[in-house]
């Protein structure tokens, strides 16, 4: 078509102009993922350090349990309130939960301090749960039950046990506290038992909304 003669320049033609950038790459989910790697690098460390007592001071051991618990606990609260939440971030973060957790019980049962039934235990949970979620209830998002949620959260509480008790605080690792200790890790795997039976049997009680 003609353009009028006293019709103005296009504005991309206009001197100093630059054309608008496209939008600009969402990079906020980097922050709540950036927090998950952070618990995944310490996996390592702290697999060794439950293994071997001397592999890290007990200041130390402290510190990154401290920085394995806040980074599971703001990483959901960041991608959260970034509306960011995916369910490839939910997958990236439990599953780093689980390796940070096994790993370091299973150091601890090699340092006889838990029972090593209870890695084992929660190797065959955590894959009944990713299965079950993506291939027998055919969700994208994992699907959680009440009693795996909580069993989530108290895997790390023999962990903490035995940083408080390498840094003196109780009567120390050959103390009284090994025995408390040892008595958690039988709880956990009693619960952990009752979590598998739970998510087996629940195709039996019918369908059933997933707690948010």
């Not at 894959?127 to 949620?149: P, T």
């Amino acid at each position: 078509r003609r353009i009028p003669a006293h019709s103005p320049p296009p504005a991309a033609s206009l001197p100093g102009h630059h054309a608008a950038a496209g939008p600009a790459r969402p990079v906020r989910p980097v922050i709540a993922n950036l927090l998950t790697t952070i618990r995944l690098l310490l996996v390592v460390p702290a697999t060794l350090a439950f293994a071997r007592s001397e592999f890290m001071s007990p200041l130390l051991l402290a510190t990154v349990l401290t920085v394995a618990i806040a980074t599971d606990y703001f990483d959901g609260i960041v991608a959260r309130s970034r509306n960011t939440a995916s369910p490839r971030g939910q997958l990236f973060d439990h599953t780093t939960d689980f390796l940070f957790v096994t790993c370091g019980l299973g150091g601890a049962a090699l340092a006889g301090q838990v029972t090593p039934a209870l890695p084992c235990l929660i190797v065959v949970a955590f894959s009944q749960y990713v299965l079950d979620s993506h291939f027998f209830y055919r969700e994208k998002r994992l699907r959680m039950s009440f009693l795996g949620r909580w069993n989530g959260i108290l895997y790390f509480v023999p962990l903490v046990m035995i940083g408080l008790s390498r840094l003196g605080m109780f009567e120390g690792e050959n103390g009284m506290l090994t025995t408390p200790i040892l008595l958690v890790s039988y709880v956990l795997l009693l619960s952990t038992a009752a979590s598998i039976v739970d998510r087996a049997i629940a195709p039996l009680r019918g369908p059933r909304r997933s707690p948010a």
